[in-house]
């Protein structure tokens, strides 16, 4: 019996529990015909949401002023395309961890959001946070790091950018004062929270310790060059870890630009990446990445190591997160994205297209 004479029911079934990747769906449709209408009708069943997950990181670009209902994809994995159902991000304040997204909408209600799934958990209301700290709605939280395995929101919240939390459930949310203020990023590695600040410092959290609100610093110095050109106006640090054998670490991105308010224009000229030894305590600079490619910009900083070429390694993927800049320009963010290659310092475009927005310029989603 040919490929193309299988009985419908059996291809069915292949398609549904067998297609672990959204991009799969493509190749089992190329086969012949039938298997084409098989993979388009289980491609918009499958789960009863969104779909598969995409095989590597995707881009959400912005929303259309037009669309209320859908949410384009941008897959890094084959360049294309992909439309998902996502109304509940409509004209909020989206940021993303682990997949996931968090959303605030103008009456300072949040979610946290599966994309795919559309699973929904409900979140405190953003004004638990006291209202001194939070001026609009739609800066009421920088970043965010999802804890599934706690059911443990964190996130940097406030014009002073501090550390505060929810469990899923919670009816507000915490600050935790102690961990100081100007938060660059933060990190969930080897389970504890990791924190990079504008002093430069290196704190530790343990979320999983008796005391919730316990901060230790591991370091308050970084190397003297690790901002070397003091001309530079735009300066934003992302801090992720990375298992290297029995060796754990950190790495701090640090990237700079200029912003010329005159011309309404901003551009990222280079990024660095430094490495933290968690035993020695000390620092190095990186130099290159191998296999390794880093994501940063308003989602969690992560990284993965591609081994089939589509993403190329020993870069960074950087996505436009300059706030203070893209609020006040013509078109918004969307911008001041590329690849850095640390090999030769140069930046390309990862997406050729348009997409801005005053709001939630494009976002990186993990792959889950």
């Known amino acids: 019996?040919?490929?193309?004479?299988?009985?419908?029911?059996?291809?069915?079934?292949?398609?549904?529990?067998?297609?672990?990747?959204?991009?799969?769906?493509?190749?089992?449709?190329?086969v012949c015909k039938s298997w084409h209408t098989v993979a388009l009708k289980a491609a918009k069943e499958v789960a009863k949401g969104n779909g598969a997950p995409s095989r590597l990181p995707s881009l959400m670009l912005s929303e259309e002023t037009k669309d209320k209902k859908c949410r384009e994809i941008y897959l890094l994995s084959n360049k294309t395309i992909r439309e998902i159902r996502l109304p509940q991000v409509y004209g909020k304040l989206c940021m993303s961890s682990c997949g996931w997204l968090l959303t605030v909408a103008n009456d300072h209600s949040s979610q946290l959001i599966n994309p795919l799934s559309r699973e929904i958990f409900e979140l405190p209301k953003v004004d638990t946070f006291p209202r001194s700290d939070i001026k609009i709605?739609?800066?009421?939280?920088?970043?965010?790091?999802?804890?599934?395995?706690?059911?443990?929101v964190v996130v940097v919240w406030g014009y002073q950018e501090k550390l505060g939390y929810c469990?899923?459930?919670?009816?507000?949310?915490?600050?935790?004062?102690?961990?100081?203020?100007?938060?660059?990023?933060?990190?969930?590695?080897?389970?504890?929270?990791?924190?990079?600040?504008?002093?430069?410092a290196v704190k530790v959290w343990d979320v999983h310790g008796e005391d919730p609100t316990k901060i230790v610093v591991l370091h308050s110095h970084v190397?003297?060059?690790?901002?070397?050109?003091?001309?530079?106006?735009?300066?934003?640090?992302?801090?992720?870890?990375?298992?290297?054998?029995?060796?754990?670490?950190?790495?701090?991105v640090s990237r700079k630009g200029v912003i010329d308010q005159d011309e309404d224009d901003y551009e990222t000229n280079f990024l660095r990446v430094w490495d933290f030894d968690l035993e020695d305590r000390e620092w190095s600079k990186v130099s290159d990445l191998g296999n390794k490619t880093l994501f940063v910009g308003h989602s969690s900083?992560?990284?993965?190591?591609?081994?089939t070429g589509v993403i190329k390694?020993?870069?960074?993927?950087?996505?436009?997160?300059?706030?203070?800049?893209?609020?006040?320009?013509?078109?918004?963010?969307?911008?001041?994205?590329?690849?850095y290659d640390l090999s030769d310092e140069s930046i390309a475009r990862h997406f050729t297209g348009e997409s801005h927005s005053h709001l939630t310029p494009p976002i990186w989603l993990q792959s889950m």
Not at 228 to 245: K, P
Not at 301 to 307: A, K, M, Q, V
Request: contains cysteine; charged residues 25%.
């Open 1 to 30: 019996m040919g490929w193309s004479n299988m009985l419908p029911e059996v291809l069915d079934v292949i398609a549904r529990k067998h297609i672990v990747f959204y991009e799969d769906y493509h190749s089992f449709a190329g």
């Open 137 to 152: 709605w739609y800066d009421s939280i920088k970043k965010l790091l999802f804890i599934a395995e706690l059911s443990l």
């Open 167 to 200: 469990r899923i459930g919670d009816n507000k949310w915490t600050p935790v004062d102690n961990a100081g203020s100007t938060i660059m990023d933060i990190t969930y590695y080897n389970r504890q929270v990791y924190i990079f600040d504008f002093h430069f």
């Open 223 to 252: 190397p003297a060059d690790f901002y070397a050109d003091d001309a530079e106006d735009l300066r934003i640090a992302y801090i992720l870890g990375l298992d290297d054998g029995e060796r754990k670490r950190l790495l701090v």
């Open 301 to 307: 900083s992560f990284w993965i190591e591609d081994t």
């Open 313 to 339: 390694g020993n870069c960074i993927y950087f996505t436009d997160d300059v706030v203070e800049a893209y609020r006040e320009s013509q078109y918004g963010g969307g911008e001041d994205m590329g690849t």
